[in-house]
């Protein structure tokens, strides 16, 4: 076998046990993420588009992890207030067997979700909206202790 085959089949072969190595933790907030607390029977988050320069734009939530105190199941509420944008119909969305329930509200200016924080857990979950300019999802967090 030619040495230049050798070194790429070596290659091709640790390439794939690196691909099946288990993963790490599972993901968390990054450091420096704003927190808001929830204490209460219902939490508010407003949410934005902030555009650079009208094409460059990003959703904007008032913060990026929602900490829900250990005993309280709230009503967790999202409310755009940038014009012209709208939340799709999975406009907030939790992964499959998290503990919200989430419907559209109010002609998509709103969304609400239920959190029945059976048990505690980091959940993130993705914030889409639809409007001009386009702008990509978001993955927040929210944080039942």
Known sequence: MAPRTLCFAMAACLIGACAQMPGGP???PPPGARIVKCDTPTCAVKVSIK???YIFCKID???DVIQVGRGNSPQLTW???TSGYTFTDSGIAFPAGSPFTCNRAEGGRRFMCNDRHSEPGTYKYTITVMGFPFVLPKD???DNQ
Do not use: K
């Open 61 to 63: 939530p008032d913060n």
């Open 26 to 28: 599972p993901p968390s």
């Open 140 to 142: 927040p967090w929210v």
């Open 51 to 53: 555009c650079e320069a």
């Open 79 to 81: 409310e755009i207030t």
